[in-house]
């Protein structure tokens, strides 16, 4: 059937996003060390939460959020009225996108930045643009030299997908005193929590006008499945964002068990701890066995092979010993696998199954 329907210029360039596979053939429960999920699952207090609020699923939602918005800001220190939440922080992402950017303009990333800027820059019709990176690092000469009087959006994920790397405060704010003002500086803080004495930007969102910090549950709360995400940005920003996002965008389950999981602070305490404990320990067993990696600020790790024959080898070894890690050679990393730090036998599987491989080869 042939139609006359065309989306808008730049739809049909988008390529589906391809999420960490969960599935091998023929192996039930496999480790899942590809999408950087919590080992631990999530808070239980959350899981309560979410039950006793499906006993109120009739009702629509609030719309303004504010039960969740207070936990973040007492928690965060930060105030509630600059704070907005979002279906996953990938909602937040893509309407900054639709509402600062559009047909003409460019919004600007870095060469290993994660996929979905290209996607939330073509969804609004403007341009993507790349800066390249230096070592793996985002590069922040590099960026400023690619702002250009039609930049609007400029995404940097700190620290960084999948690479795992961070630019310190100081370098951010050298890189947020030379964003010009008709230009929003998004930071990108899914992993913020993971990189000790972090604030995911926050410092620098209070003190300027153009800078905005979004943060997410998926993570290090444990609630991917439950789609909650959320921002600090200047008031003109919220203001910006609440035009645009739906009304009832989170539902009263995801709203309640996020709350409850910002206020249970012993739960990430624990999940913190030991993803620095195991994090260490991924990074030396693979160092130990010859296969390069970055010290990692989130909870993965970037493992390099010499070549992507080797990584594909490396990935079929895994998957035949029932685990799953990510391939990164859409993030122009052919040789590499992307490997989310699990709880302590979960990285003695790995670093067992790799020294099997290692040894094979
Ligand atoms: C996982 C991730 C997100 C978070 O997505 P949600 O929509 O909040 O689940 C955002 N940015 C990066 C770089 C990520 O890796």
């Known amino acids: 059937m042939t139609t006359a329907l065309r989306p808008q210029p730049g739809i049909m360039d988008i390529a589906l996003y391809q999420g960490g596979a969960s599935k091998i053939d023929g192996q039930h429960d496999p480790l899942k060390l590809s999408s950087n999920e919590n ?25 303004d959020h504010a039960p969740l918005r207070d936990a973040i800001a ?12 979002g279906v996953g922080s990938d909602e937040l992402l893509t309407l900054l996108a639709m509402a600062y950017a559009g047909p003409g303009d460019e919004v600007l990333y870095t060469e290993h930045g994660f996929s979905m800027y290209r996607i939330f820059a073509l969804s609004a019709g403007a341009a993507p643009v790349v800066a390249p990176e230096t070592d793996r690092c985002v590069d922040v000469d590099a960026l400023i030299a690619a702002i250009t009087p039609a930049t609007r959006l400029i995404y940097i994920a700190n620290p960084a997908n999948p690479t795992g790397t961070a630019l310190g405060t100081d370098q951010l704010a050298r890189l947020a005193d030379a964003v010009p003002a008709h230009c929003l500086l998004v930071l990108d803080g899914a992993y913020a929590e993971f990189f000790e004495g972090y604030d995911g930007g926050a410092g620098l969102v209070a003190a300027r006008d153009n800078v905005v910090m979004t943060r997410t549950f998926s993570k290090l709360y444990g609630l991917g499945g439950l789609r909650v995400g959320w921002a600090f940005a200047p008031r003109h920003v919220i203001d910006t964002l609440n035009r645009v996002r739906g009304p009832f965008n989170l539902s009263t389950v995801a709203l309640a068990g996020a709350e409850a999981a910002m206020r249970d602070r012993a739960f990430v305490d624990k999940c913190l701890r030991e993803n620095a404990e195991q994090r260490v320990r991924l990074t030396g067993g693979l160092r130990q066995l010859g296969i390069a990696c970055d010290d990692s600020r989130a909870n993965f790790v970037l493992a390099r092979f010499s070549d992507e024959a080797e990584a594909l080898a490396a990935d079929a070894h895994l998957k035949k010993s029932g685990i799953l890690v990510r391939l990164v050679k859409g993030y122009g990393f052919p040789q590499a696998l992307r490997i989310t730090v699990g709880g302590a036998e979960d990285m003695t599987r790995v670093l067992d199954a790799l020294a099997a491989f290692r040894g094979a080869t």
């Open 39 to 63: 080992p631990f699952g999530c808070s239980p207090e959350a899981i309560q939460a979410v039950a006793a609020a499906a006993e109120t699923m009739h009702r629509y939602p609030t719309t």
């Open 74 to 85: 007492d928690v965060h220190g930060l105030p509630a009225e600059q704070i907005i939440c």
